[in-house]
């Protein structure tokens, strides 16, 4: 296990439980790593919210929550309860299994992703080699929580937010997808912690700064992807009256807003992996301000970058109006995708000659 959790046991002790025992502890122990992920990325979701709220507010010269506890810091589980408690209300015409299996769609693939995000160098769920592979298959379902939110809905004004949405997150998958073919393309594998390694040495290692266009490319396509504003027609009030979701209530429409802010907090931790050295520390190459900042662990490294976009998420929600669906679908298509493919073709020439921050010859392709 990767988190090595067994180690809290004495391995004397191990060997005198039966093979069955031995089982039963593995699973326990599988299921407190689980837990470890997933109650920490709950409260984030939901304190995030809050975090969204402050900034914005601060933004506009407001103020913000700050009446349900000390400075507001209850307001996500006054929200929670608040929907907990509402009435779930299902169309009389819905079908009714995929109306209920929609927001489960949205939200379960959001968590099941985080298995092979590496917190640091032994800390990851399941370390696989193909844990790229298994990103693009788990992140791609999310798309039919949508579809099937606004076909089981039957509502025409909830089918056309779930075609937009299905429509916008292909169109920006495929440009997340190529940038990313430049990344394993630099890396020389498919395993997310030898990502990292490969960017060791120092922040001038890091895949940002040599992959640049592949970089904007992949962090804008995350906020469309994440249907977040200037993004986020989906849920043009003033056009299609709320979106995919616009039939659902109580905790089935918590569901898809816990799913984007999980989603949010997914984008901020794989461009952070791919593109800014994950767990590695930005002094690692820089003798004393290596040893200053020794004490910080990885995963606070990782944390810290993964809260920058965070925060550039809520900024540019509160900067930017929303764009015509026309031009996002032109943004995706005839700029990012040409963008992206012209640049994996530089890559490879850069590579084949030898000429750049490579790490291809010591670690070669899973």
């Known amino acids: 296990m990767s988190f090595q959790l067994a180690h809290l046991f004495?391995?004397?002790?191990?060997?005198?439980?039966?093979?069955?025992?031995?089982?039963?502890?593995?699973?326990?122990?599988?299921?407190?790593?689980?837990?470890?992920?997933?109650?920490?990325?709950?409260?984030?979701?939901?304190y995030l919210t809050l975090a969204e709220r402050k900034v914005i507010a601060y933004m506009q010269d407001r103020i913000g929550p700050n009446r349900v506890g000390f400075f507001g810091i209850l307001q996500p589980i006054a929200d929670g309860m608040k929907l907990f408690f509402k009435e779930m209300i299902c169309p009389t015409k819905a079908s009714p299994y995929l109306y209920i299996l929609a927001p489960a769609l949205t939200f379960i693939p959001a968590l099941i992703a985080w298995a092979v995000i590496p917190f640091g160098a032994h800390a990851v769920l399941a370390n696989i080699n193909a844990g790229v592979l298994y990103l693009f298959a788990v992140s791609s379902m999310g798309v039919y929580g949508m579809i099937i939110a606004g076909w089981a809905s039957n509502s025409k004004y909830a089918l056309y937010g779930a075609l937009r949405s299905a429509a916008q997150v292909v169109s920006y998958e495929l440009a997340m997808g190529f940038a990313l073919i430049g990344v394993l393309m630099a890396a020389g594998s498919l395993n997310f912690s030898e990502i990292v390694r490969a960017q060791s040495g120092g922040f001038w290692h890091w895949y940002f700064i040599p992959l640049f266009p592949l970089f904007i490319v992949y962090w804008i396509s995350g906020i469309a992807e994440t249907n977040r504003a200037p993004f986020d027609v989906v849920e043009g009030e003033s056009e299609i009256a709320g979106g995919a979701h616009i039939e659902y209530s109580g905790m089935r429409f918590a569901l898809f807003f816990l799913g984007e802010y999980s989603n949010m907090i997914l984008i901020s931790a794989l461009i952070s992996t791919f593109f800014l050295g994950g767990w590695l520390s930005p002094f690692e190459a820089i003798p004393v301000l290596d040893k200053i900042f020794a004490w910080v662990p990885g995963i606070l490294w990782l944390f810290i970058k993964m809260a920058v976009f965070l925060f550039f998420y809520l900024w540019i929600r509160a900067s930017f109006p929303r764009y015509r669906y026309d031009q996002i679908m032109r943004l995706g298509w005839k700029v990012f995708i040409p963008v992206t493919l012209f640049w994996i073709i530089v890559l490879a020439i850069l590579i084949k000659l030898d000429i750049g921050p490579w790490f291809h010859h010591l670690t070669p392709l899973h």
């Not at 089982?23 to 109650?39: A, C, M, P, S």
């Open 10 to 46: 004495q391995p004397a002790y191990l060997s005198q439980l039966s093979p069955v025992s031995q089982d039963i502890l593995n699973i326990i122990l599988i299921i407190l790593e689980i837990l470890l992920i997933i109650v920490p990325l709950l409260i984030a979701v939901a």
